[in-house]
């Protein structure tokens, strides 16, 4: 009986040993670099991710209420990242709200913070 097997990589039939896994020494070299690639991406997300949360963790314990005012060097000292958040909420009034998950804030003037609860109304806009 003649087994048939296809390269995982270019998917082109090969002959031979039917533990081979590719047809050649490219087709493994282009599937371990793609492969690379790929962790390095989920890498990238779980870090990330892991940023993100760890910013809304900072907010909730900085204003577990809701609504607080602080200095913005209080949040950094505790560890928030202002460069990542999740999405934003723009007000009529033209302030833009960064919001890590439900918890977000204005930048106020004078280093100022102002931490609030993600709202329902804010859904629409
Ligand atoms: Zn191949």
Redesign the pocket.
Known sequence: MKEEKL??????K?TGRLDKR???N???A?AHNANRRQNSGEQLILNINSILRRNRTILRQASPLGKTTTYRQVLEIAGLDFRYFTHTYRTKGGNTYHFCYDYGYLLLEDEKVLIVNWQPYMEKS
Not at 7 to 12: R, T, V, Y
């Open positions: 390269c995982e990589q270019c998917g082109s090969m590719f047809c050649s490219q087709c493994r282009n």
